[in-house]
């Protein structure tokens, strides 16, 4: 996606070799405008997938699944990184591990906000070792619901994340990725349309 | 705003006489198409303040305020709870008391995303005790930057925070005034538009 590679070059910052800040227009500060070009992207590419739900993890994921959800017509749902005292359905849960804050968490999803059959949509801001999306997948199936897809906004393609999804089986579209930020520098991958 | 009170009606639980929750549509799955609504009925009530940037508290704020910003044409701007590895950046930060969750957190918003004289509209999905809103409002006021208004998607009425904000002086726009949830009803403040 062209807008977003743009907006990575002109906006991102290589904070190191593992490490890409985009709080500019993506992760803290939000550009309205590219996240609505985000969601009807990731609508156009899983068109086909008859998606009934899009569900992300709180807070940085909430954007573009919301737009995502938007462009579809159908529901979105964030997971929780911890239990909330309204929170107090019986609940779907996994383990993430986030090797960027070097904290293990649980997040969690009511469980009646996902039911038997349902073809999910996983979208997330970034993809790396991918512990978020397995996590969010974890949920899907526990729900007894199906990962149609998952839709990653930024992935760096030099981290495992991409290569494990691949792996089991999953349908990813990522809308930029990144070869590596080797030297400072952004390089993406040359396929990336 | 009428859509909305009908959601409440149909799809709020009463938990408490204190506590409404709405997680089948605002903070947990979350319906993009009032999300929508909402944001052009913010923009609508703030189309005369000038608003250069909209300010909201991680994570049920974002949707509202993603969508308003979307509507006004300006960048939205999430305060984030507590301190992450790449938000490294001189921060401006406050504390907040949940009344609901019964803990103090930090939030804070890195500096250079707010300037001095922006004109910022602080959005929130809830407004009870204002804890939230009066935080956003300081790290505001740190910036040197002015509060142009504040837009709540729920309002409490019962609860001290609206009174608190009036007397101080904001514009605030509250889309649902909720008057009492006693006796397991929502019952809404009847001079509501």
Known sequence: MEQLKQMIREQGIVLSEQV???DAFLNH????????Q???????RFAERGIDKVLTLEASGI????????????????????QSLTLTDDLLTARVYSFT???????????????????VLIV?????????????????????AQVAG???VIEKSFQPGRGELD?????VESLARIASLEGGTVRFVDADA
């Open 101 to 119: 804050k070097q904290v293990e968490s649980r997040i969690a999803v009511a469980a009646r906000h996902l039911a038997p059959g349902e073809r």
């Open 20 to 22: 890409l800040k985009v």
């Open 167 to 171: 792996r089991l089986g999953y349908r």
């Open 124 to 144: 997330d801001d970034f993809l790396a070792h991918g512990q978020a999306a397995l996590g969010l997948a974890a949920i899907v199936r526990q729900a007894g």
């Open 29 to 36: 500060q939000v550009d309205p405008r590219l996240m609505q």
């Open 150 to 152: 998952i839709g990653i």
């Open 63 to 82: 954007a573009p699944a919301l737009m995502t959800a938007l462009a579809l017509g159908v529901p979105m749902l964030f997971a929780r990184k911890q």
């Open 38 to 44: 985000i969601g009807v992207e990731f609508a156009r």
